[in-house]
């Protein structure tokens, strides 16, 4: 499991600039968007994955990065088996399928997503291809009696498609069971059967706009549709075998789900100043708002995708982000069940991820800021709960650091949040170095939880800021319409959060470094070329720098449409009608202010099919060498293996420590272990 959402609404340093746009933009628009034979860990059953150091010992930057042991337990209906994906430490993942009467497992390669079908037939995928496996009954299939069929049938209709995914199987559907499968962004689903991969039925896209993507309802049928027109997405529902537009403003009210009723969908309220916006349902149909479900009073939430009932689909409640992280429960009885979770386990984010369809078994979720957590069989009624695997068994939460909230106000005196994780105080006393990290989008947020590169810093001496500066998702009311867009107040923001900390006197104001990706590096570029002499470093991964250059180029993408560049038109003007604007936004033109040493990291252009971001990183690398501004370029291949990861983070660690000074060692011969000594 990722830790219950804390990568929702994060970029790490692993996501690319153009696909963080591309999601940031449909964010703005509003278009969200080894278990041993037990299969149980134990004290006589070790986790797999355990790091065999010494206590002392500095966890090895690899360890930060190692694909997760453990993840995605669901139980099946009758919550009999429980089916998880484990990874084998090199990147290839196994379905694993336990029976819970027996202690049995059967192991299934792939399972990079998978569903349960009904209690003994599970879809799932393997390297590209969608497969199907009957279970029947796991001690009589090992019997050499047994008839059962194949445990994987490849849909071989399914073959020819490069890309795709199942946005929804009908659950009132009767006959064989089916699937509606995306094929790629845009384009409409297929309907398909599962059993052969025939297509039931394939809709055509909407007249109106160009499609971006297609939501089931809550029984696993098409229901809705958004487009982008002139740069404003429109919501269509499903009326029969037709698209009919839906009067709800999208400028207004922001999708969050879809609803319990036909033609029903969940927004996010409208803007109003010093208020936040509230969550509410909405009636698709005629675009009338209903009843509210939650609001927040310090203007600061978001919400994640919501919890739905195993039995009837209705939303049972939803993940929330504010400060830290909670869970809003529409439903009493798991209102009361999350009181007794928080009980017991103290001090952790804790939360129901399923259930079995009688809701008398349920899968438990749990994480902290310094633990990557780990799952819990739970039965209430028994009072029996059970550790099913940590995520991470290798991560030691007591040699983590604690993630603290803070506030500060920004220049024009509004407040931000932000987030600061400290090191562990050194010996002399002597107030450590801080890196700043502006999260990427810009329409996403850094969230409450564990964090494997902030953790890695920290781990390293390092002060970590994450601030989430305006345009940041849930922090719509505490600021202007037309600053969701204003770059440049941005870039104050991250610099007003750095002043502030310095005020504290919790960190050296002389060893500031500033690391980003994607819209990060852009904030990056703009904050050392706005300030300075704030900044000894610079890490800009990915960026965008020059956005007369990105429109440009995004005016027809793969697929023939320009939604993107009437996007970035449509909020930031023309450059052909404004370039006094569009000079300003970019650092490029400000470069020889800056004095410090820059680190550039970009995708090799061959793995990286977004010419963009290659394309980004040349034009800045051209404008530090014509004014002399030293830096290093950093290549790296387009994936998110350990190695790569392991890579890039030791170079980084290196980079800061020649420019940010070394202190004492933290562990002998560790080459990524970064210590802050004399100025």
């Known amino acids: 499991m990722r830790p219950m959402g804390t990568t929702i609404f994060r970029v790490n340093l692993n996501w690319t600039m153009a696909s963080g746009l591309k999601r940031s933009i449909r964010l703005a628009l509003a278009l969200i968007g080894v278990a041993s034979s037990g299969g149980l860990a134990s004290a006589n059953n070790p986790e797999p994955g355990?790091?065999?150091?010494?206590?002392?010992?500095?966890l090895p930057v690899r360890e930060f990065f190692h694909p997760l042991a453990f993840g995605r337990p669901a139980l099946n209906p009758s919550g009999s088996r429980l089916a998880a994906v484990f990874n084998n430490g090199f990147g290839a993942w196994s379905l694993a399928i336990v029976n819970l009467h027996t202690g049995k497992t059967r192991y299934l390669d792939g399972g990079e997503w998978f569903d349960w079908l009904k209690d003994d037939e599970i879809v799932y995928t393997c390297y590209g291809r969608m497969l199907v496996a009957w279970l029947g009954d796991v001690d009589a299939s090992e019997r050499e009696s047994s008839k059962a069929p194949a445990t994987g049938v490849v849909y071989s209709n399914f073959k020819r498609f490069t890309m795709g995914w199942v946005i929804g199987i009908p659950r009132t559907r009767r006959g064989p069971p089916a699937a509606w499968f995306q094929l790629n962004?845009?384009?409409?689903?297929?309907?398909?059967?599962?059993?052969?991969?025939?297509?039931?039925s394939e809709p055509s896209a909407p007249d109106e706009g160009t499609a971006e993507s297609y939501l089931c309802d809550k029984d696993g049928d098409l229901a809705f549709a958004f487009t982008v027109k002139q740069g404003k997405a429109l919501l269509f529902r499903r009326?029969?075998?037709?698209?009919?537009?839906?009067?709800?403003?999208?400028?207004?009210?922001?999708?969050?789900?879809?609803?319990?009723?036909?033609?029903?969908i969940v927004v996010l309220g409208p803007r109003q100043d010093g208020r936040s916006r509230v969550l509410q349902r909405m009636d698709a149909v005629t675009g009338r708002p209903g009843d509210v479900i939650y609001t927040d009073t310090d203007?600061?939430?978001?919400?994640?995708?919501?919890?739905?009932?195993?039995?009837?689909?209705?939303?049972?409640?939803?993940?929330?982000?504010?400060?830290?992280?909670?869970?809003?429960?529409?439903?009493?009885?798991?209102?009361?069940?999350?009181q007794r979770l928080e009980r017991s386990l103290r001090g952790k984010t804790v939360c129901i991820l399923n259930s079995d369809v009688a809701e008398r078994r349920y899968v438990i979720g749990y994480?902290?800021?310094?633990?990557?957590?780990?799952?819990?069989?739970?039965?209430?009624?028994?009072?029996?709960?059970?550790?099913?695997?940590?995520?991470?068994?290798?991560?030691?939460?007591?040699?983590?650091?604690?993630?603290?909230?803070?506030?500060?106000?920004?220049?024009?005196?509004?407040?931000?949040?932000?987030?600061?994780?400290?090191?562990v105080p050194t010996a002399s006393g002597e107030p450590p170095p801080l890196v700043v990290m502006p999260h990427g989008g810009p329409f996403e947020r850094t969230v409450f939880g564990?964090?494997?590169?902030?953790?890695?810093?920290?781990?390293?001496?390092?002060?970590?800021?994450?601030?989430?500066?305006?345009?940041?998702?849930?922090?719509?009311?505490?600021?202007?319409?037309?600053?969701?867009?204003?770059?440049?107040?941005?870039?104050?923001?991250?610099?007003?959060?750095?002043?502030?900390?310095?005020?504290?006197?919790?960190?050296?104001?002389?060893?500031?470094?500033?690391?980003?990706?994607?819209?990060?590096?852009?904030?990056?570029?703009?904050?050392v070329t706005s300030e300075p002499a704030l900044y000894r470093c610079v890490v800009s991964a990915n960026g965008i720098f020059d956005w007369r250059q990105l429109i440009e180029e995004s005016r027809l993408d793969a697929r023939g449409d320009s939604s993107e560049c009437d996007i970035l038109c449509r909020h930031l003007g023309k450059p052909a009608s404004d370039p006094k604007k569009f000079d300003e936004m970019s650092p490029l033109g400000k470069i020889g202010r800056v004095r410090s040493p820059v680190l550039v990291y970009h995708d090799w252009a061959e793995a990286n099919p977004d010419y963009h971001v290659?394309?980004?990183?040349?034009?800045?690398?051209?404008?530090?060498?014509?004014?002399?501004?030293?830096?290093?370029?950093?290549?790296?291949?387009?994936?998110?293996?350990?190695?790569?990861?392991?890579?890039?983070?030791?170079?980084?660690?290196?980079?800061?420590?020649?420019?940010?000074?070394?202190?004492?060692?933290?562990?002998?011969?560790d080459p990524a272990a970064v210590t802050v000594g004399p100025k």
């Open 185 to 200: 962004r845009g384009q409409p689903p297929v309907e398909l059967i599962l059993q052969n991969g025939d297509f039931v």
């Open 450 to 527: 564990y964090s494997a590169d902030v953790q890695l810093l920290a781990t390293r001496g390092y002060a970590v800021l994450q601030p989430n500066y305006r345009g940041s998702v849930g922090y719509e009311g505490r600021f202007a319409p037309e600053d969701r867009w204003n770059f440049r107040k941005m870039s104050d923001d991250v610099t007003d959060g750095v002043k502030y900390v310095e005020k504290l006197g919790l960190i050296d104001p002389e060893r500031v470094a500033i690391l980003g990706e994607g819209f990060g590096g852009y904030l990056a570029l703009c904050g």
């Open 50 to 58: 355990v790091v065999g150091a010494k206590k002392d010992d500095l």
């Open 614 to 669: 290659r394309d980004q990183s040349d034009t800045l690398m051209a404008a530090l060498r014509s004014n002399h501004v030293p830096y290093q370029e950093v290549e790296r291949y387009h994936d998110k293996s350990v190695w790569v990861q392991e890579k890039e983070f030791t170079a980084i660690l290196e980079f800061l420590a020649k420019n940010l000074g070394r202190a004492p060692a933290v562990k002998d011969g």
């Open 367 to 423: 994480d902290s800021d310094r633990d990557p957590g780990g799952y819990y069989l739970w039965d209430p009624d028994k009072n029996s709960m059970r550790l099913l695997h940590k995520a991470a068994p290798w991560i030691k939460p007591e040699k983590m650091r604690p993630m603290r909230v803070i506030s500060y106000l920004s220049r024009d005196g509004v407040p931000i949040e932000a987030y600061l994780t400290l090191p």
């Open 299 to 338: 203007n600061n939430f978001c919400i994640g995708l919501p919890f739905r009932s195993r039995a009837t689909g209705r939303i049972l409640g939803f993940p929330v982000f504010n400060s830290g992280r909670s869970v809003i429960w529409l439903d009493p009885k798991y209102a009361a069940l999350q």
């Open 239 to 264: 009326s029969e075998d037709s698209w009919v537009k839906c009067p709800v403003d999208l400028e207004r009210y922001a999708f969050a789900c879809v609803g319990d009723q036909p033609g029903e």
